[in-house]
């Protein structure tokens, strides 16, 4: 595979309302915030106010991100949104995100592989990129789950916060970028995860409101089991593709489940000699937006160095498995100026 594709620029965005552990435990029935960190790691989270959509948090992140490449929205050639929970069932929320940044020469679409999305996401860009070199592709991950949250069901309430992340995608450095990728999906056990009501089969009634088919749900034990069982052989698969070892990789930026299983997970993959980048404690499951929120913070902080393996691993609802391996590196190009 070419790896001359790969991420020019990073940007991500948060809510401004924080909720603490004390203030999610007196919403939830029968979690205390001592509880909530015992089982999740997770301290704090954000949730959109009642005026903001995915689409704004999508804005924002993919602002700095367009910011961070050093390119304009004129220059987005590709707008692809991963979300599952869009702001209207139609039209694309990447729609609705090209008209507030102004790419209007991007083609824009969405993308829903849950919480595995914003790889997906990623690995279609690649490919839109590497047909038609010099063009742009700009990949947003962004979901608002605080709107779908039963918060009289603490296995789920506690997890889960708003928030969104952003990617640009281009021709890099020779040697750089993409170096592989693996992407794979469980419908057997689509019933782990999922919203039953809102869509064709389960259409939006009196019905469906009052017997709680619009919350999200999850069977946990069932998830923890399929991606402690699926996952390293998964990632064994790419590496194995790529011609490196675990040893091999730098930095893990995964997605940030809830701090327990994350560290589990890790440790099945053989992968604790690398840095695995969490912002799980203080964000929380921000599903789609949980890769690129923490890709964003490491490339922030100035974690990342040139020619370093970072592997970007995602599970979610489908079930669906993205894995995407990546040669750090950037050529960014002039500063546009600032958010819009």
């Not at 949730?47 to 999508?58: H, P």
């Not at 450095?173 to 170096?179: I, L, S």
């Not at 089969?201 to 009052?210: E, G, I, K, Y």
Request: a neutral charge.
């Amino acid at each position: 595979m070419s790896s001359s594709v790969g991420i020019l620029g990073t940007g991500s965005w948060v809510p401004t309302r924080a909720l603490p552990n004390e203030e999610i435990a007196r919403r939830v029935p029968g979690a205390s915030p001592e509880w909530i960190v015992r089982k999740t790691a997770i301290r704090s989270r954000r949730f959109a106010a009642a005026e903001e959509a995915t689409s704004d948090l999508a804005v924002r992140a993919a602002s700095r991100a367009l910011r961070d490449a050093g390119i304009g929205a004129d220059r987005v050639d590709y707008l692809i949104v991963s979300t599952s929970t869009p702001d209207h069932p139609q039209p694309p929320t990447a729609c609705l995100v090209q008209d507030r940044l102004g790419a209007y020469g991007a083609a824009c679409f969405d993308v829903n592989a849950v919480c595995a999305g914003f790889v997906h996401a990623l690995v279609l860009a690649q490919s839109l990129v590497a047909d038609r070199p010099g063009t742009h592709a700009l990949v947003v991950g962004a979901d608002v789950y605080s709107r779908i949250l039963d918060f009289d069901d603490r296995r789920t309430a506690v997890l889960f916060g708003d928030g969104a992340g952003a990617a640009v995608v281009g021709t890099t450095a020779p040697g750089r970028g993409v170096v592989e990728y693996e992407l794979a999906s469980r419908g057997d056990a689509s019933g782990l995860i999922g919203v039953a009501a809102g869509g064709s089969r389960l259409p939006a009634s009196a019905t469906t409101v009052a017997d709680g088919g619009h919350f999200f749900r999850m069977h946990g034990r069932g998830v923890t089991g399929l991606v402690l069982q699926d996952v390293p052989p998964f990632v064994d698969k790419l590496l194995a593709r790529a011609g490196v070892g675990a040893a091999d990789v730098a930095h893990v930026v995964p997605h940030q489940p809830n701090g327990l299983l994350l560290d589990e997970l890790v440790r099945a993959c053989g992968l604790t000699a690398a840095h695995t980048h969490r912002t799980v404690e203080e964000y929380a499951n921000v599903g789609s937006a949980s890769v690129p929120l923490t890709l964003d913070h490491a490339n922030r902080a100035g974690l990342l160095r040139d020619g370093d393996l970072v592997l970007l691993l995602a599970f979610g609802g489908g079930m669906s498995l993205g894995a995407c391996l990546l040669r750090w590196g950037r050529t960014p190009g002039p500063d546009p100026g600032g958010d819009r």
